[in-house]
């Protein structure tokens, strides 16, 4: 029988590892061989690079740029696989050197290049060299593979950085010209005259190090138009540019430029030669600007226009002032000053009708002016002239035939056509308005005209404009005619009706202001105030009651309609609502009355609008109280120390002190919330914790002990806890609409940790020690003169000694008197004598009172002294009960007799007794007294019985023994000999 033999297994792992590690390696030549292969086709070269400039300085602390230009030689698209990475090296360094040991580096992101094509690609990655950068830095551009032709994928050179940077730079594109006034244009160029300063100005930007001092020579050249000829130039030193290595930009005046020749120029300005320490200007290619300039003093002024005032366009003039308008331009390069324009009407006959002047004071290169010339003819066929002369101060005019415009027109007296215009356009005034009536008549109308303002026959003015307010026209409707008479005698009429109503004027500034109109005189109440405490407005949609607004307006007579038209009011909300409300989220509803919480939406015919400013304009057709509503911030309101304090009888008082913004008007107060039982009962929460705003609603529904006023500190729970009874307090912020804020509530704590708090409602048992009293007759005579009465010389002493305190605290106690036995006592209404009595434990206390005092101690009076116990937080022990160690009783005896004994008469002498025998005496004075003999007879009765009845008693004794022992000896039960000893004995 034959046996199959299992391969071995590691040649099994081995064979296996093999296929894995060839499978691998084709993989890997596969994915390494398409690319290797696209490289060597493809030709890429870095042609050039505009950033970092190796011809430049740069800053040590800027950041630098890296801008490189990449050409594709290939015949297809290329470069979307290939990186190109940057680096900066220290010192003068070879290629490969950088690449290994650089101290920057990053990469520029290339995409496809089209053949024969270069593109330009900005890093995003920039360096910035640092404090420690100074001297020369190798610049680095490479492929991060090489390609066909690698002598061009590198591209290497210096650039030099400095702490020490300085540079200006100067605005090219700034005019320096622009505060020249009045200067021509020639085909884009600025013109300047001759033999005239101008101040230049250059602007642009500096940078110099914070330690670098640096003077720079500020100036202009000017140049001939071929930039060959230095013409003129003027410079100043400038070294106060600021020096804190950042750049800064600067607007310097240049020193005055003029030039006696005129021409074509070129005029550089800027920075043209500095010094400084330890570097001058260390990049001077951007230090000049330049522009060109002529030099011009043609003068050419021209009458451009002629034509009638109603129409530029018109050919038909006609009389009255101001008639024609002529247009008189500058055309030449020079500012002319004080020109005199002469206008002349000519007859077709030639005779001189018109002869006017107009003045220019002044006129600018390009300018245009128009001078206006009364028409003072009529007639057809006028010749209108207007003139302007040759000669100036400044020189000739270079063209004349444009000094002089001739017009052949007719001239015609025009309608008049009056009419009215108002400024208010429905014709309703207020009393408070301004009626401003304007007379507008045809624009041909001849002028001069004369206006007369009538209302029947009384005449209101004379004159274009009657401006009376509504107040002076009085109340009711008003028809006002107009008549207009031109200068030939020409009248013509119109009329226009308004009417005047009365207008109350509603200020509040800068909160309110406003205006109500009426029929009849009335006046207006206004009243600014925030929302009532505890009124619930149910607004909704997160918003809450931010300020009342209310007007009235009322008849004077207080009981007519006052015939309202309307109120119009404007209200600042800036100035009504405190910062902290989010103006953008305010808006308006209308209440009838201010006491109302009923409100509506102002809707048609009444109106509102908030601009931007947030300032409402408020239109409304009734009186009643606007309700400005808005989202309010969370009250930032709370109360700090939160502390409870026991008191007498279980009352707790809690105190705290108000913190945040307990001046934001929408802080309505405070509610104090309760909860109480036994230990172990609910409690509130420690809000310390986080606050889950629908637990505490939850807990606050049914607990609410009190609300009170922000100003309130303190409050004293009028319930007191009974005794085994606790409680939980809790304190939020409300608006005022009562709505709590949870999120700023505190709690009362127990050792700092939420829970119950405990009354105290038990009073003290404690007791004082040996308690005694001494009581003493003064026999002073100034207290006898005080009432002519010995009963009050009398002064009670009382002494005890301390007990020892109690573990919670320490026991005061009230000293009482009363003159009865006190049998509980209760000494609630009863007034100490003495009250917050205190002392050391173990040390005697005492107290004094004396018969002089009021209600003093007298004589042949019993007083009870009781001490009452009171312990820390107030509860007395008021129960009293005699005897008791607090409780000492005084009784005072007439001790007058005692210093006042030789006042006493001395007794008569008693008899002598019967037989000699006191006793005797004694017995006979008895038995004179009727109790006595009573006493006496019952005691001879009782004698006489006893004599009589105990023979018997002991007669009768002695035969009942003889039967009983005769009975004993012939019993045969124990038992009952034992029953009749019992009986006997």
């Known amino acids: 029988m034959t046996e199959r033999k299992q391969c071995a297994r590691p040649n099994s792992k081995a064979g296996i590892g093999l296929v894995f590690l060839l499978l691998f390696s084709t993989l890997g030549t596969l994915a390494v061989a398409p690319s290797a292969s696209a490289n060597s086709n493809q030709s890429l070269g870095i042609l050039d690079a505009s950033s970092p400039d190796e011809t430049k300085w740069y800053s040590s602390f800027g950041n630098i740029e890296f801008t490189v230009e990449i050409y594709n030689y290939a015949g297809a698209a290329a470069g979307l696989n290939r990186g190109v990475s940057w680096y900066v090296c220290e010192g003068d360094v070879t290629s490969s050197a950088c690449k290994s040991n650089f101290d920057e580096k990053g990469i520029i992101n290339i995409g496809n290049i089209n053949p024969s094509t270069s593109n330009t690609y900005t890093s995003l990655e920039q360096w910035t060299p640092g404090q420690n950068s100074e001297g020369v830095f190798t610049v680095l551009y490479a492929f991060d593979t090489p390609d066909s032709n690698p002598t061009d994928d590198e591209l290497r050179y210096l650039v030099n950085v400095t702490v020490y940077y300085t540079d200006v730079i100067v605005d090219d594109t700034h005019n320096p010209l622009e505060n020249a006034d009045g200067l021509a244009v020639y085909q884009g160029l600025e013109v300047i005259n001759t033999d005239t300063d101008y101040i230049l100005n250059s602007r642009g ?165 128009i001078c206006m010339f009364n028409m003072t003819t009529t007639g057809p066929n006028r010749l209108l002239r207007v003139r302007l002369p040759n000669i100036f101060q400044n020189g000739e005019d270079v063209r004349n035939s444009d000094n002089v415009l001739t017009v052949t027109t007719n001239v015609d007296p025009g309608e008049i056509n009056p009419y009215i215009q108002q400024n208010i356009q429905n014709g309703i005034y207020r009393t408070s308005d301004t009626v401003e009536l304007v007379a507008r008549f045809s624009e041909i109308a001849s002028q001069p005209l004369n206006f007369t303002w009538r209302q029947g026959f009384y005449v209101w003015g004379q004159g274009q404009i009657l401006n009376e307010t509504g107040a002076e026209f009085g109340l009711g409707h008003h028809n006002i005619t107009l008549e207009a008479r031109d200068p030939f005698g020409t009248i013509e009429y119109n009329y226009i009706e308004f009417d005047v109503l009365n207008a109350i004027t509603i200020d509040a500034e800068p909160y309110l202001t406003g205006e109500a109109v009426t029929e009849l005189a009335a006046y207006a109440n206004h009243e600014i105030a925030l929302p009532y405490l505890g009124t619930n407005y149910a607004i909704g949609g997160g918003k809450s009651p931010l300020m009342l607004v209310g007007v009235e307006i009322l008849a004077d007579d207080e009981e007519s309609d006052p015939g309202l038209r309307g109120i119009d009011l404007s209200m600042n909300l800036s100035e009504l609502l405190p910062e902290s409300v989010d103006l953008a989220t305010v808006d308006l509803r209308i209440l009838p009355t201010m006491d109302s919480s009923q409100w509506n939406y102002i809707e048609a015919p009444n109106a509102y609008e908030i601009d931007d400013d947030y300032n409402v ?221 205190t002392g050391t434990p173990g040390e005697q206390g005492s107290f004094n009172q004396s018969g002089i005092e009021i209600d003093g101690v007298r004589a042949y009076r019993t007083y009870y002294y009781i001490l009452a116990p009171v312990d820390y937080v107030g509860n007395e022990q008021q129960i009293a009960s005699y005897p008791s160690p607090n409780i000492e009783r005084v009784n005072i005896e007439d001790d007058w007799w005692s210093y006042n004994e030789y006042l006493i008469p001395e007794p008569e002498p008693e008899p002598e007794p019967p037989l000699g025998i006191p006793w005797l005496k004694t017995f006979n004075e008895y038995m004179e007294e009727e109790e006595f003999q009573y006493a006496g007879g019952a005691l001879l009765g009782i004698l006489l019985l006893n004599f009589i009845l105990l023979p018997v008693i002991i007669k009768k004794r002695k035969r009942l023994k003889r039967v009983v022992d005769a009975r004993k000896r012939n019993s045969s039960s124990k038992r009952y000999e034992d029953e009749f000893d019992e009986f006997f004995e």
């Open 617 to 837: 304009d408020i239109e409304l057709i009734a009186g009643g109280a606007i309700l400005i509503i808005g989202t309010l911030p969370p009250t930032n309101a709370s109360v700090e120390q939160l502390n409870w304090t026991p008191l007498e009888a279980g009352t707790i008082q809690l105190d705290w002190i108000p913190s945040g913004d307990v001046s934001d008007p929408y802080v309505g107060g405070w509610n104090v919330y309760k909860f109480q039982g036994v230990q172990g009962s609910v409690y509130f929460p420690e809000p310390n914790n986080g606050v889950n705003e629908g637990l505490w609603e939850e807990l606050t529904l049914d607990s609410l002990a009190v609300g009170l006023s922000l100003e309130t500190t303190q409050w004293v729970d009028p319930e007191p806890l009974e005794t085994g009874i606790c409680a939980s307090y809790a304190v939020l912020p409300v608006d005022r609409e009562g709505n709590p804020n949870y999120q700023m509530v505190n709690i009362t704590r127990v050792d700092g940790e939420a829970g119950l708090l405990c009354g105290d409602a038990i009073p003290p048992t404690t007791t004082v020690v040996q308690f005694d009293h001494s009581w003493a007759f003064t026999n002073d005579t100034d207290c006898f003169d005080r009432r002519s009465d010995w009963s009050i010389c009398y002064v009670v002493n009382l002494t005890w000694t301390w007990p020892d305190h109690e573990a919670q605290g320490d026991l005061l106690w009230n000293l009482y008197r009363i003159e009865s036995q006190p049998s509980n006592v209760n000494l609630k209404y009863i007034n100490p004598i003495a009250a917050s009595l």
């Open 205 to 369: 930007q500096a940078t110099i190090c914070g330690s670098c001092l640096f003077d720079a020579s500020f100036g202009w050249q000017l140049w001939s138009i071929d930039d060959t000829i230095l013409l003129k130039e003027a410079y100043q030193n400038v070294t106060d540019l600021p020096a804190w290595g950042g750049f800064t930009s600067f607007n310097r005046n240049l020193p005055a430029m003029s030039y006696s020749q005129e021409g074509e120029f070129i005029l550089k300005w800027g920075v043209f030669e500095s010094v400084g320490s330890p570097y001058a200007d260390m990049n001077t290619y951007d230090n000049v600007a330049q522009m060109t300039l002529i030099v011009d003093d043609s003068i050419d002024l021209e009458v451009s226009d002629l034509y009638p005032s109603h129409d530029n366009q018109g050919t038909s003039f006609y009389y009255g002032v101001d008639r024609v308008h002529s247009v008189i331009t500058n055309q030449g390069n020079m500012s002319v000053y004080n020109v005199t324009a002469e206008f002349e009407v000519y007859s077709p006959q030639f005779a001189l009708e018109v002869e006017s002047e107009c003045e220019i004071d002044a006129l600018l290169p390009g300018e245009s002016t």
